[in-house]
């Protein structure tokens, strides 16, 4: 039984190249706007663990008599 759909499904198949191209001249022709939530968006997916648990900042601290070699 095949579903009525209020959106009608449209594709194409191209080659690997011209998705690449079709993919270039779409996100040319986007608002920044958009761009910007894309991007953001895709941040969130790689780093949602960071996202959830905040940046650790590290600090350390140093003196000057500590027994270093900083020119290596």
């Known amino acids: 039984m095949e579903k ?6 449209v594709f ?5 190249a011209e998705a690449e191209e079709m993919d270039i ?3 040319a022709n ?6 910007a939530e894309t991007v953001e968006e895709m941040r969130r ?3 949602n663990k960071e996202y ?4 650790v900042k590290v600090v350390s601290r140093g003196k000057l008599n ?4 900083d020119i290596e």
Do not use: C, H, L, Q
């Open 4 to 9: 009525k759909r209020k959106i009608a499904m």
């Open 12 to 16: 194409r198949k191209v080659s690997f």
């Open 25 to 27: 001249e779409y996100y």
């Open 30 to 35: 986007v608002d920044w706007k958009e761009s």
């Open 45 to 47: 997916m790689f780093w």
């Open 52 to 55: 959830k648990e905040g940046m």
């Open 66 to 69: 500590d027994d270093r070699d």
